[in-house]
């Protein structure tokens, strides 16, 4: 079955930092996605992304965010300067219809960010 | 804006226990629900889904669940659970006609004891 896989796992970083999680959804797919959850709190949507460019972004999603499928295979997640409230897990997925049909989204297993 | 809730944040039963986890939702219009589970070190993934139709789906596991409109719920039920069902559950909605993106509740997390 295919997946939609993260790298890293885990990832610690002093604030400031810039970081940088990466995903390669399924390959047929054509609508990506981060999502995160603060530990205790609710799965958040930051942002979809579709033909190169951002489709939908939340409030969470400023300037100290960025996206990009570099290659065609991977879709990036990038913060500029990490905050100690970006701690959190963050969740890639894609789906394939988007708003064109029932949308199912297939998740990788997360990155969990912690910011010391 | 829309949201979803799930009253039940943690949840602690044993093996052949009945199991019902709430969701709500706000929105007012059709929707599309989910239920997604997320196995200890595992990715989420799809449990069932309701898009039209039978209001009581049948999900993977022998899990259901059941979409009453006038409640604005979609419960998840499972009439005995398992120790291998430890794990944490999402309830997620997409409304009809207007953004693709599903929002999630804050997710159920089940410890099952065996």
């Known amino acids: 079955e295919p997946e939609v896989t993260q790298t890293p796992s885990h990832q610690v970083t002093q604030m400031g930092q810039e970081v940088i999680l990466r995903c390669v959804p399924i390959s047929n797919h054509l609508y990506f996605y981060w999502y995160r959850q603060i530990l205790g709190q609710k799965v958040e949507f930051l942002v979809s992304?579709?033909?190169?460019?951002?489709?939908?972004k939340s409030e969470i999603f400023d300037d100290q965010f960025s996206v990009e499928r570099p290659d065609g295979s991977n879709f990036t997640l990038k913060i500029r300067s990490t905050k100690l409230e970006d701690s959190a897990m963050y969740f890639c997925?894609?789906?394939?219809?988007?708003?064109?049909?029932?949308?199912?989204?297939?998740f990788g297993a997360g990155s969990r960010l912690t910011v010391l | 804006a829309q949201s979803v809730s799930q009253h039940n944040h943690h949840v602690i039963l044993s093996e052949a226990a009945s199991l019902e986890l709430g969701c709500n939702y706000s929105y007012g219009g059709t929707v599309n629900l989910f239920w997604y589970v997320q196995y200890p070190g595992q990715h989420l993934q799809l449990l069932l889904k309701y898009f039209s139709g039978d209001p009581l789906v049948k999900g993977i596991k022998g899990f259901e669940a059941e979409f009453i409109k006038s409640k604005f719920s979609f419960n998840l039920r499972k009439p005995s659970v398992q120790w291998s069902d430890t794990a944490e559950y999402f309830c997620a909605v997409i409304p009809s006609g207007g953004s693709y993106i599903p929002t999630f509740g804050r997710g159920t997390s089940l410890i099952v004891h065996p």
């Open positions: 992304f579709y033909n190169n460019e951002i489709s939908e």
């Open positions: 997925a894609s789906s394939l219809t988007g708003p064109s049909g029932a949308n199912v989204l297939t």
